[in-house]
């Protein structure tokens, strides 16, 4: 007899989700989380944006899953009392040259479902957000922002309401098949080996690393991982200038430099976009003068030396500089030939937005 049904690598959003849809489903389920909190990795390094679903290749598995996703989340933390906001977003074309990409963002959405889409002109844009240089603009009522902390704790809360453990500062070390499933290593303070019959790789950054150590996954199924670096600024001495998330134009590989005014009442900017090595979390002050010049294009009075570095998050891209930004990646057996093994890579935004529907569809690839 396996000691559970299913091993869950990684507590951050995406996880504990997966755990919660196998847990309601009535499996015995343990995450092993190797930090000493849940939610420690990039789960706490996003905007908290509730994306729409707009801007995701048709047929993709962003554009299904984040839909699903923000359908499923708005009731979830209704239910659960966790902080949120429906404040909704302004996708904003500063000059005419730019209208193309929101006629086609449009016509993306549309055909996603995404609910909620209105066109604007400048002055009708104006109109909500007095401040904004815009010459027209694509509304998204469904976009909004959460307190992703307490929707990760209201998670956890569902686990263990349904049997569940989550076992913190524990580290997998690796797996391999079994008769039933799966014989795992884990270490920690307490190292000790377990066995399942299905494992979860939900890992973010370190998805790949953790897939390396499952015997028998066969390399080619393992994508490469790029660091994509988003820093973050806080706006000081100014009052928050909109009250709708404002989005520019997508740029290759990333949504571009955005603002939201947080359930705290802060102004910030970000993310943008910097390819690098190493897990670094310092934002360099001088990458100011870009956010300043990106942000005056929609929000001319931005004050001199209103901008503060505040923090920076890393996506775990599967493609590098100039390369087409891919889908998400869920390879389960009918992938890599593994019975009870799904892997997940590639999971940056949307990811949070879509994460209640990446764990419910991770619990159907592993229906019995």
């Known amino acids: 007899m396996s000691d559970f049904d299913a091993v869950i690598v990684g507590a951050g959003a995406v996880g504990l989700a997966a755990a919660y849809a196998l847990a309601k489903g009535g499996q015995s389920v343990v995450v092993l989380e190797r930090e000493g909190r849940i939610g420690a990795g990039i789960s706490s390094r996003n905007s908290e944006v509730i994306h729409a679903g707009l801007h995701y290749p048709t047929g993709s598995l962003k554009a299904r899953l984040c839909v699903e996703g923000r359908r499923r989340l708005y009731p979830f933390l209704e239910a659960h009392n966790v902080a949120h906001r ?170 571009g430099t955005h603002y939201r005014h947080d359930l705290g009442g802060v102004a910030r900017f970000g993310p943008d976009l910097e390819w690098v090595d190493t897990e670094d979390y310092t934002v360099d002050p001088k990458r100011a003068a870009n956010f300043y010049e990106t942000i005056r294009r929609f929000w001319p009075a931005l004050p001199d030396g209103a901008l503060a570095p505040d923090y920076a998050g890393i996506r775990p891209k599967l493609h590098g500089p100039g390369e087409p930004q891919p889908d998400f990646v869920i390879d389960d057996p009918a992938a890599h030939g593994l019975g009870g093994l799904i892997c997940l890579f590639g999971i940056e935004s949307p990811g949070l937005t879509s994460s209640l529907a990446i764990g419910e569809e991770v619990a159907k690839r592993l229906a019995p």
Request: net charge negative; hydrophobic share 45%.
């Open 86 to 255: 429906k404040c909704g977003k302004l996708i904003v074309a500063t000059a005419a040259a730019e209208i193309p990409a929101l006629e086609s963002l449009a016509r993306q959405g549309e055909v996603n479902g995404v609910e909620g889409m209105r066109w604007l002109g400048g002055a009708q844009a104006r109109t909500l957000e007095p401040q904004l240089r815009v010459v027209a603009a694509l509304e998204s009522v469904e976009s909004g922002v959460l307190d992703a902390h307490g929707f990760m704790l209201a998670l956890e809360g569902e686990i263990e309401a349904h049997g569940g453990a989550i076992a913190l500062n524990a580290t997998f070390l690796g797996a391999a098949p079994s008769a039933e499933g799966f014989d795992i290593r884990v270490g920690g303070d307490a190292p000790t080996s377990i066995s399942a019959l299905r494992l979860v790789i939900a890992a973010g950054l370190g998805a790949q690393a953790c897939a390396r150590e499952i015997e028998g996954l066969p390399d080619e199924h393992i994508p490469a991982l790029h660091f994509g670096k988003g820093s973050y600024f806080t706006l000081h001495g100014a009052k928050a200038p909109f009250t709708r998330l404002i989005y520019p134009p997508p740029i290759p590989g990333a949504l």
